[in-house]
Nanobody
């Protein structure tokens, strides 16, 4: 019902910036009721991890280790989601995935990790590579 397509990945040197974007398309009714949208990433040999989430009303939450360097934003009129990444480090190298769901974004457990949450819609990913 909803397709997510990421773009904007690429290669950058450490300390640089990149902006990745995600465009949602498909059944208008489903897109209108998209609640939570977010970014995940997965590095080779590592588990997928949440990066940042944003609700339709603009409230955001970030992985503690990334807060301050990454900024998530969305445009409900254009059905797009962005992630601005600054001061990139080699350890930020990963495939970045866009995800969306009709529900409200999950809360954090004691301010740390997020409660388990299965996003319904996923993109195919865009590669971000940071060289030292």
């Amino acid at each position: 019902q909803v397709q997510l397509v990421e773009s904007g990945g690429g290669s950058v040197q450490a300390g640089g910036s990149l902006r990745v974007s995600c465009a949602a398309s498909g059944y208008t009714y489903s897109i209108y009721y998209l609640g939570c949208m977010g970014w995940f990433r997965q590095a080779p040999g590592k588990e997928r991890e949440g990066v940042a989430f944003i609700n339709r009303d603009g409230t955001t939450s970030y992985a503690d280790s990334l807060k301050g360097r990454f900024t998530i934003s969305r445009d409900n009129a254009e059905n797009t989601l962005d992630l601005q990444m600054n001061s990139l480090k080699p350890e930020d190298t990963a495939m970045y995935y866009c995800a969306a769901d009709s529900r409200f974004c999950p809360a954090k457990i004691d301010g740390g990790t997020w409660y388990p949450f299965d996003f319904r819609y996923w993109g195919q990913g865009t590669q971000v590579t940071v060289s030292s």
